[in-house]
T-cell receptor
Framework: GAVVSQHPSRVICKSGTSVKIECRSL??????MFWYRQFPKQSLMLMAT?????????EQGVEKDKFLINHASLTLSTLTVTSAHPEDSSFYIC??????????FGSGTRLTVV | KNEVEQSPQNLTAQEGEFITINCSYS?????LHWLQQHPGGGIVSLFM???GKKKHGRLIATINIQEKHSSLHITASHPRDSAVYIC??????????FGAGTILRVKS
């Protein structure tokens, strides 16, 4: 079946630094990938839709300059949290797929900003 | 009111019990997903439904489009089934909307 690999699984960074999270589709091409954020004991919230070769579409309330998304190839999308602050600490997860075929999720990245 | 409501929020069961988790939604959908999230956070897609019923091993998922309701059943539950089960609907605007999840703990 379809596999989505997300890296790193955990990262701790200092306040003010930037962190890059990678999401790769291993055995299929993903023209669209999705980035979600999950706060403790809360549901997943869509942050943005990553489109290969074009700009990402951000959900209302998500700062595009803070959460930079790049989808340079059909198998890789990256999310960069810029100038991270403790309130950015969260669980970030990506998914790839389509409404017709269903979605495969990455294993997630737990970001802690200290 | 959330667009996707799950019940119960927390569920503790004894090994071997039959488990039901419910999901109600208030928006038009093209499909409904049941997802399983393990303690480490990784998410596995269990089912994608647009009508009727699907079965995979000890898991059964049903959906009633008219009533805007879906259920996930686990037969002969086992401690390894302990996880968070999330209902997500694909809206007609092609966006996944997630329920808050049901925390299931199966005791041996």
């Amino acid at each position: 079946g379809a596999v989505v690999s997300q890296h790193p699984s955990r990262v701790i960074c200092k306040s003010g630094t930037s962190v890059k999270i990678e999401c790769r589709s291993l055995d299929f091409q993903a023209t669209t990938m999705f980035w979600y954020r999950q706060f403790p004991k809360q549901s997943l919230m869509l942050m943005a839709t990553s489109n290969e070769g074009s700009k990402a579409t951000y959900e209302q309330g998500v700062e595009k300059d803070k959460f930079l998304i790049n989808h340079a190839s059909l198998t890789l999308s990256t999310l960069t949290v810029t100038s991270a602050h403790p309130e950015d600490s969260s669980f970030y997860i990506c998914s790839a797929g389509s409404p017709g075929d269903g979605y495969t999720f990455g294993s997630g990245t737990r970001l802690t900003v200290v | 009111k959330n667009e996707v409501e799950q019940s119960p929020q927390n569920l503790t069961a004894q090994e071997g019990e039959f488990i039901t988790i419910n999901c109600s939604y208030s928006v038009g959908i093209s499909a409904l997903h049941w997802l399983q999230q393990h303690p480490g956070g990784g998410i596995v897609s269990l089912f994608m439904l647009s009508s009727g019923k699907k079965k995979h091993g000890r898991l059964i998922a049903t959906i009633n489009i008219q009533e805007k309701h879906s259920s996930l059943h686990i037969t002969a539950s086992h401690p390894r089934d302990s996880a968070v089960y999330i209902c997500a609907v694909m809206s007609l605007q092609a966006k996944l909307v997630f329920g808050a999840g049901t925390i299931l703990r199966v005791k041996s």
